[in-house]
Nanobody, 120 residues
Framework: QVQLVESGGGLVQAGGSLRLSCAAS????????MGWYRQAPGKQRELVAT???????NYADSVKGRFTISRDNAKNTVYLQMNSLKPEDIAVYYC??????????????WGQGTQVTVSS
């Protein structure tokens, strides 16, 4: 199976920056797309950004121009660089990926989530 471990969340002042990291570990797997979702209190989980194995990216309109998603395929790690943070960005951020495990089909995996808080 695949395990996703997130790091980098915390408290940041409005206008500040933060970088989230998510590393995949395990054996006998091959990752396809990776991405980030977030969920604010009382809200539905929403897409933040995705990136394919070839490097194509997609962003939610609310974060375009402020957030950048990237990945290091050699390390099986995805990053989310967040700049110009706003109180509206407060949420639990979840890492996700699609991966093929040996002798299995393609499955979706999720991290445990990391809290991002922005003070105004």
């Amino acid at each position: 199976q695949v395990q996703l471990v997130e790091s980098g969340g915390g408290l940041v002042q409005a206008g500040g920056s933060l970088r989230l990291s998510c590393a995949a570990s395990g054996s006998g797997f091959s990752i396809n797309a990776m991405g980030w979702y977030r969920q604010a209190p009382g809200k539905q989980r929403e897409l933040v950004a995705t990136i394919t194995s070839g490097g194509s990216t997609n962003y939610a309109d609310s974060v375009k121009g402020r957030f950048t998603i990237s990945r290091d395929n050699a390390k099986n790690t995805v990053y989310l660089q967040m700049n110009s943070l706003k109180p509206e960005d407060i949420a639990v951020y979840y890492c996700t990926c699609t991966a093929r495990v040996l002798w299995q089909g393609v499955r979706v995996y999720w991290g445990q989530g990391t809290q991002v808080t922005v003070s105004s």
